[in-house]
């Protein structure tokens, strides 16, 4: 579609600027409609976090995972390159912006979640509960299980060489166990839920959006957000394809890089605004279930559907998956402490500075590997 439009350097470089704000616009709508819908479900912060907000913010990684097997036949270059460059972004990045935009709500139904008041007087009296995050550690422990499972998976199917239908059933088969332990959680949360109801005790400003808003309308724009991705993430592709041409680097390179962090800025923006409403759990639960999500669906579904298999050069990639390992195991264990800070979040940061001096010890080939 964009071939003959997208053609030089100054085409590819307001592709990726126009097309990225289209693909936040889309991906803005489909996520509204979804919480809406999670909200009329009576689904809890952290599942709907890990899910519906999930999905729609990793939409964009989906629709470039589909494209490059059923559109450009780049599933190794692009597709797996993305997804792998998202993920390093989705987990240290996003987490990090939350911790800084992160305002503690005054009064939450959540209030398990978000504040501990009692360990911020403990302190001194200059402390308040912005300067930290406190989110339940059932929460990580559950979503950095599934995470690790998706990661080791993937590394294990990279190393044989080739991609078949068989990983990517495997991968979406942890998915589905994913949404079971989701949903086993969601029905406790619903039972206490009707209760709250019943008592008089559970209203706030989600129940004007959960009245106001009809299924009709939710699956319109639904429908309208996902048309609107794939349109902008086509040519999106095309103009990372283009780029790397221009500039003499390999597609992969534009891919994990820029790629990823276009197709990453929904899930971004869909994060800080649940930190800044306060809500630390649907934050953090939308960057790492993002990433399962990633991981599982996004590149199990294109792997099935190719219907043939996807090769790929294990060498190549093992230095990318190595960053997704390590991106996980800083987020997860700094998450597991009893308290969250600013010094955490700048960690986050230098770990993905290591990521783009390798990306580009690698263009240049000062590294191989």
């Known amino acids: 579609m964009f071939e003959n439009i997208i053609t030089d350097l100054p085409s590819s470089l307001m592709a990726l600027v126009i097309l990225t704000l289209v693909i936040n616009w889309g991906s803005s709508k489909l996520g509204d409609s979804l919480h809406t819908l999670g909200v009329k479900l009576h689904i809890p912060d952290s599942v709907r976090g890990a899910t519906f907000d999930a999905v729609s913010s990793s939409f964009p990684e989906l629709v470039t995972a589909l494209v490059a097997v059923l559109v450009y036949n780049q599933f190794s270059d692009v597709g797996l390159s993305t997804v792998a460059g998202s993920a390093i972004f989705n987990i240290l990045i996003i987490p990090m912006f939350s911790i800084f935009f992160y305002k503690a709500a005054v009064t939450s139904k959540n209030s398990n979640a ?4 009692d360990d911020d007087n403990d302190n001194d009296g200059n402390n308040n509960n912005n300067d930290t995050i406190k989110v339940e550690k059932k929460t990580i422990l559950r979503d950095t299980l599934f995470y690790i499972l998706s990661i080791g998976a993937l590394i294990f199917f990279t190393l044989q060489g080739q991609y078949t239908a068989f990983s990517g059933y495997v991968l979406i088969a942890i998915y589905l166990a994913y949404l079971v332990v989701l949903y086993s959680q969601f029905k406790s ?15 706030d400003e989600e129940c004007e959006l959960e009245e106001d ?7 319109f724009w639904i429908t309208a957000g996902i048309f609107i991705i794939w349109f902008a993430i086509d040519g999106l592709v095309q103009a990372a394809i283009t780029l790397s041409s221009i500039l003499s680097i390999p597609v992969f390179i534009t891919s994990v890089i820029i790629v990823a962090a276009c197709t990453s800025i929904p899930d971004t923006i ?7 409403r306060g809500d630390a759990d649907g934050a953090i639960a939308n960057a790492i279930g993002s990433n399962i ?4 669906i996004c590149l199990g579904l294109p792997m099935i559907i190719a219907g043939a298999v996807l090769p790929v050069n294990p060498s190549d990639s093992l230095g990318v998956l190595a960053f997704v390992v390590l991106s996980m195991v800083t987020t997860s264990g700094l998450l ?22 390798y ?8 590294i191989q590997i």
């Not at 808003?213 to 699956?219: K, L, N, Q, R």
């Open 213 to 219: 808003t009809t299924y009709s309308e939710i699956m």
């Open 359 to 366: 990306i580009v010890a690698k263009t240049f080939k000062i």
């Open 270 to 276: 869909l994060s800080v605004n649940s930190a800044k």
């Open 189 to 203: 949360h619903k039972k206490e839920m009707q209760q709250s109801i019943q008592n008089g005790e559970y209203c």
């Open 114 to 117: 978000n504040i501990n008041k």
């Open 336 to 357: 597991l402490k009893n308290k969250i800070t600013k010094k955490d979040a700048y960690l986050m940061f230098f770990v993905y500075l290591l990521f783009i001096a």
């Open 293 to 296: 999500f990633d991981i599982c």
